[in-house]
C-alpha cells in the first residue's frame, strides 16, 4: 500500500493534489501542514472524512515532528509542496521564505535520507518528490522556453529560496543516493487558490466592485497551467519519474498579465453583469464594464518579464499532456469563485488584498 506524506496539503496546489489522488489511486495520504495564512482545512472539506486521508499539524522546520512523522507513518513517499510562495511577500521579509522553504527542505531531506537508511527495506521504493517554479530559471525574451538544463537566475528572494531547495534536493540524490524527483511548474490557477494571486485576486476584487491593479505595463507574460493538469503531472512524476531527475510541467498557455484580467472581465460580465451586480449597484462608480475597474499602478521590483515552459521531456518520458485550455479553464475558475463565496470568505480574513511588495 502507498502512503505518502504531502507537506502543505492544506495550500492551494497541495489541496488540489490531495482530492487529485484520492480519486485517483488507493494511496493512505497524511497532510501535515502549519496552517499558515495561505493553509486552510477550509480547503480540505471535501476530503476530511475520507478512510484514506489523515491531517497533522506541523512545521517542516522541526526535524523532530517530521522525525515522529516518518515513524508512525511509515510513508513511500514525501510530496513537499509547502513553501512561502508569494513574490511580494518575498520582497516585504524575505527571512521567512529562507526559513521555510530552504531550511524546511533541508530538514526534510535529513529525516527522510536517515530514515531511508535505517529502513533498507524501504530503500527501493521510497520517493521524495520535491514541487518547485519556474521562476528560478529567472526571465525570458520575446522567444525560447525553459527547459530542464536551463541555468538557474532567479530574481526575487522567493525564486532564489526555491532554487537553493532545488539544489539541495538534486544533492541528496548524487551525494547521498536519496530517491528524489524535482518538478517545475509554470503558473497555476483554479479552485482554492488564495487571493493574494493574479487571477483569484482579479476576481474577486472585480466582483466586489474594487480597483483591478495591473503592475507596470501589464505585458509582463506568464505561461498558465491548471492546478488538476499540474497534479496529474506531479503523480505521474512520483509514480514513473527517474530518480535524480526535473521535469517541468507547464500549460502552453502565454497570455500577458493584462490580457488576463480583459479576459476575466469578459467572463464575468457574462455570468454575472454589472447590472445584476448587488456590490456595483451599492457604489457610487458608474461601472458598465468591470474593465473600467482596470488600474496600473508601480510595477513589482525585479519583475521578471516573461516565463514559458518546455513540458516535451514529461510528455515524451511519462506521457503527461494538459487536459485544460486556458479559455475553458479560467472559465470554470470564475465559476468556481462566484459559487464558493463562503470559501473565499473564510480564508480571506488574513488577508485585505492590500499592496504588498514595494521597496521601502
Not at 23 to 41: C, I, M, P, Q, W
Not at 43 to 68: C, M, N, P, W
Not at 300 to 323: M, N, Q, T
Request: with cysteine; glycine share 8%.
Amino acid at each position: 500500500m502507498d502512503r505518502w506524506i504531502v507537506t502543505g496539503g492544506a495550500g492551494f496546489i497541495g489541496s488540489n493534489f490531495v482530492r487529485h489522488i484520492l480519486d485517483h489511486t488507493r494511496a493512505e495520504v497524511l497532510v501535515f501542514d502549519k496552517l499558515t495564512y495561505a493553509g486552510s482545512l477550509e480547503s480540505l472539506k471535501a476530503v476530511e472524512d475520507h478512510a484514506s486521508y489523515r491531517f497533522v499539524q506541523g512545521d517542516i522546520t522541526d526535524r523532530e515532528a517530521v522525525r515522529e512523522l516518518f515513524a508512525d507513518f511509515r510513508p513511500t513517499a514525501i510530496i513537499n509542496f509547502a513553501a512561502e510562495s508569494h513574490v511580494d511577500r518575498s520582497i516585504d521579509g524575505p527571512g521567512e521564505f529562507v526559513n521555510t522553504n530552504i531550511v524546511g527542505t533541508f530538514e526534510l531531506l535529513e529525516v527522510a535520507r536517515h530514515w531511508v537508511a535505517e529502513e533498507p527495506d524501504q530503500r527501493s521504493d521510497f520517493c521524495f518528490l520535491h514541487v518547485s517554479t519556474d521562476e528560478v530559471y529567472g526571465s525570458l525574451g520575446d522567444d525560447g522556453l525553459f527547459e530542464e538544463e536551463t541555468p538557474y537566475a532567479p530574481n526575487s528572494p522567493y525564486a532564489a529560496s526555491k532554487a537553493a531547495a532545488d539544489h539541495l534536493v538534486r544533492a541528496y540524490f548524487h551525494t547521498y543516493g536519496l530517491h528524489t524527483v524535482i518538478t517545475n511548474c509554470s503558473n497555476n490557477y483554479g479552485p482554492l487558490q488564495f487571493p493574494e494571486k493574479l487571477i483569484p485576486l482579479m476576481i474577486l476584487n472585480a466582483i466586489e466592485g474594487r480597483d483591478l491593479p495591473i503592475y507596470g505595463d501589464g505585458k509582463n507574460v506568464r505561461d498558465w497551467l491548471y492546478v488538476d493538469d499540474h497534479c496529474s503531472g506531479i503523480l505521474l512524476a512520483l509514480k514513473n519519474g527517474r530518480g535524480g531527475e526535473k521535469y517541468n510541467i507547464g500549460g502552453h498557455n502565454e497570455r500577458t498579465n493584462v490580457e488576463v484580467v480583459d479576459r476575466i472581465c469578459e467572463i464575468l460580465q457574462e455570468e454575472l453583469p454589472p447590472s445584476e451586480n448587488p456590490n456595483l449597484a451599492a457604489s457610487d462608480r458608474a461601472v458598465e464594464h468591470y474593465k473600467d475597474l482596470k488600474v496600473f499602478v508601480t510595477d513589482r521590483p525585479g519583475h521578471d518579464r516573461r516565463y514559458a515552459i518546455d513540458s516535451s521531456k514529461i510528455s515524451s518520458e511519462l506521457g503527461w499532456k494538459a487536459e485544460h485550455h486556458f479559455e475553458s479553464g479560467l472559465r470554470e475558475t470564475v465559476r468556481w469563485y462566484l459559487a464558493n463565496r463562503d470559501w473565499c470568505g473564510a480564508v480571506s480574513d488574513r488577508y485585505g488584498r492590500q499592496r504588498l511588495g514595494l521597496k521601502s
